[in-house]
């Protein structure tokens, strides 16, 4: 028989380059070829089940790439398997080996992952206080970098939420601020005065803030999102459409200025939480949320639009509207806005 007939020649070189993985398939040809000396290709097919006899010259390759058999001394045209004890064995250490210095090459990366995000993060904080804007894209990214600006505060942090917060945010929120009151930082905050309205966890945080020390105020409108820390650095959202679109960090004195006198119109005008809203006196017939709603009509928005700025339903838009009307005498939207402005209130 040729020497080759098995893709082996008298050396036992293959040409196939050693590997510690060894298949299930190939695991199961050698039990077979170990405890049956007699073997043939046609009875190792068969113990293998669906092996074809034309596939175990491969088969035997890869076997012999493995260190798991070699050409008989005895009969050169017969291939023998490698004790377990030799050829097994020497596959566990390897692989044990393997897994050694596998485990040692996590440690390095580990520790030169830690060592290269010291230097990085210390590089973005070196270029962010030399910047006097940052770009933040992203929520995750956005609520990370606010939580490093709440924890260098020491004096004030005013706020502006522009968006209905969700449980999960107001949870958080809680722990950034009790951090803060409890450093004796003056919190003040402004909220939609539709969100408290469709959201009990949102009644709960405000209640929480203000029985915690903070200043909590309702407006009717909350154009965007923003922060204003120790009036040093303000953070204002990348894009008021998008509420997860990231932040703007901004450090410029011109703009956190523009930043707080817009904070300062805005409370000025809002009402503490809490309180009822105003109503009813001749010279201020209108709520804070009714005023709202009158100026965004006033300026040609739809009442999806109005929702959205307010906090409130479409429906209940449409029921201030129609309550306005009645109120007003005005046969149409565009009479009542007729009678706003002839009374000031847009």
Known sequence: ???????????????????????????????????????????????????????????????????????????????????????????????????????????????????????????????????????????????????????????????????APTPQALEQARVGDAGLLARGVRVRAIYQEGHPRQSRALQEHLRWLSEHGAHVRLAGITPVRLMVFDGTVAAVALDPGQPGSGALVLRSPGAVHAMTALFDLLWDSARPAGTAPTAGAQEQPLTELETAVVRLLARGNKDEAISRRTGVSVRSVRRIIAGLMDTMNAASRFELGLRCRDRGLV
């Open 1 to 163: 028989m040729d020497d080759r007939v098995w893709g082996i020649d008298a050396t036992g070189e293959t040409g196939l380059a050693p590997t510690s993985l060894v298949s299930p398939l190939e695991l199961a040809a050698y039990e077979h070829l170990a405890f049956t000396p007699d073997w043939t290709p046609e009875t190792l097919a068969g113990a293998l089940g669906d092996c074809a006899v034309d596939e175990v010259p491969p088969l035997l390759e890869r076997l012999r790439a493995h260190g798991l058999v070699r050409p008989s001394q005895q009969d050169a045209d017969r291939i023998v398997a490698v004790s377990p004890v030799v050829g097994l064995g020497r596959l566990a250490g390897d692989a044990e080996q393997g897994l050694l210095e596998q485990s040692q090459y996590v440690q390095r990366l580990r520790l030169l992952t830690n060592s290269l995000s010291e230097r990085y993060a210390q590089l973005r904080a070196d270029r962010a206080q030399d910047s006097e804007s940052e770009v933040v894209s992203g929520r995750d990214a956005a609520v990370v970098r606010v939580g490093e600006l709440l924890r260098d505060c020491t004096e004030s942090v005013d706020s502006v939420v522009a968006a």
